[in-house]
């Protein structure tokens, strides 16, 4: 099992090389300059849309809000709290900085994502909207092998990143909190995620929009209330991630140095795990909102990426970094990383945040289970048919309990395989779709921008 984890390790460090970063930072690039920086003139205005649109009327299955939830349910997760930690003990504190660029620069990605899919999407045999990149590539770029490639690779995601990663750190957790056996605590994860599959997406939408909103704000708060207490130190360690997002071997708050290109291999990378951006995953869950017009829901799911990177990411990194718990050791003499680093670095302010973070992971891991499992299933019934679905739900329920029994390294490394090979197809429908997306995007902002003066009148 050893030497198995280490080629599946030295496999992830040669996929996610340089070329795997420059084609998904070159793309997020790209489209920014093509969109003309729309994630960031449309920003507040893609805020408000969250709370106040209604297209009750218009053809999907869940609303702008539950559809943003349910992509959010994905993407705010383990990667917020462990992602993060794993990110400063691999790459340093640079790594931080990276992970806010690739967020920044992907909500162009993002929403070039969602609206793609909401343009090329179908209605299914079962009279759902199905969408993503996988139609997008086989209906935008006439190309069924590389949609093929696309979804075969998302259904492998799901059940590593969506679903093992998440039930690997959930058991880390639990396992301090209950004397049970980890298969035990994986087959009670797999039961709990089983009683939501069954309803599918809207009983998914439902469970999402009340259970996302509602950590989100509670983990916030508790890292916002030790920021508070260590104000002193968050000029420092704000200076220290920029000075070490360019200057190799650079070491802060207790995390050892790192060289220039792992700190931006890890920022990218566990930036994307976050984020999404350029994985392809969100549009899934876009293509299923009832929306008038693509663009609407894909400056929505735009702010997913800001809301997960650029505010809970940034929170935990600057709570890891101040409170110094970096190169911390466990009882049995490794160093921490992962969720119980992050727990350490809140225990050390205050006894009762601790409780925060567990509470957080648990409930932040079982909702990027159950919003994965949406993905998972479109990218299965892409490739056999609805049929699949039922068996494809067991199969996905019985992951955690294999998620929950194998080792971090393992798990981390084959969820990082998956979604390179998620984003290689993705981001190649996008660069060539580019001229198409820009091209409808006009009328839409002329569109808002009417809109928006009509109601200042």
Not at 251 to 262: C, I, Q
Request: aromatic share 8%.
């Amino acid at each position: 099992m050893q030497s198995l984890s280490l080629t599946i390790s030295s496999l992830r460090d040669y996929i996610w090389g340089p070329p795997l970063l420059l084609l998904i930072l070159g793309t997020g690039l790209y489209l920014t300059l093509v969109l003309r920086g729309i994630q960031f003139r449309y920003l507040p205005y893609a805020l408000k849309l969250i709370l106040t649109r209604r297209d009750e009327r218009c053809q999907g299955d869940i609303s702008h809000f539950q559809a943003l939830m349910t992509a959010l349910a994905a993407t705010i997760g383990i990667g917020n709290i462990a992602g993060v930690a794993i990110a400063l003990t691999v790459g340093g504190v640079g790594s931080l900085f990276w992970m806010v660029i690739a967020a920044l620069i992907g909500m162009a990605t993002v929403y070039a994502e969602a609206f793609l899919a909401i343009r090329f999407r179908i209605k299914d045999k079962r009279g759902e909207m199905a969408g993503g990149p996988m139609y997008t590539i086989r209906r935008g770029l006439k190309s069924r092998w590389l949609a093929g490639l696309f979804a075969t690779a998302g259904t492998l995601a799901a059940l590593t990143t969506g679903n093992m990663v998440q039930a690997n750190s959930m058991c880390d957790v639990a396992s301090s909190l209950l004397p049970l056996p980890r298969l035990i605590i994986g087959a009670l994860i797999a039961l709990l995620v089983g009683a939501v599959l069954i309803g599918g997406i809207r009983k998914i939408g439902r469970v999402a929009g009340i259970l996302v909103p509602t950590m989100a704000l509670l983990y916030l708060a508790g890292g916002l209330i030790i920021l508070a207490i260590k104000i002193d130190e968050v000029p420092n360690a704000l200076l220290a991630i920029f000075e070490a997002a360019f200057t190799p071997r650079a070491a802060a708050g207790g995390f050892t140095g790192a060289s220039l290109l792992l700190a931006i291999r890890m920022g990218v990378s566990r930036g994307l795990l976050a984020s999404e951006a350029g994985l392809g995953s969100t549009p899934i869950a876009a293509a299923a909102a009832k929306t008038d017009m693509p663009g609407r829901q894909a400056l929505i799911s735009m702010t997913g990426a800001f809301l997960s990177v650029c505010i809970l990411c940034i929170v935990t990194g600057l709570v890891l970094i101040c409170t110094g718990v970096g190169g911390s050791l466990s009882p049995s003499g490794a160093i921490l990383t992962g969720v119980p680093l992050t727990i350490a670095a809140f225990d050390t302010v205050l006894p009762f945040d601790r409780y925060i973070v567990i509470l957080g992971a648990l409930l932040f891991g079982y909702s990027t289970i159950i919003g994965w499992a949406y993905y998972g299933e479109r990218c299965a019934e892409y490739l056999f048919s609805e049929r699949i679905i039922p068996y494809y739900r067991v199969l996905y329920t019985l992951a955690a309990i294999a998620g929950a029994a194998l080792s971090l390294d393992l798990v981390w490394s084959l969820a990082d395989i998956a979604n390179a090979l998620m984003v290689i197809p993705n981001l190649i429908s996008l660069i060539f779709l580019a001229r198409v997306l820009a091209k409808e995007t006009i009328p839409f902002l002329q569109l808002v921008k009417e809109e928006r003066s009509l109601s200042k009148v």
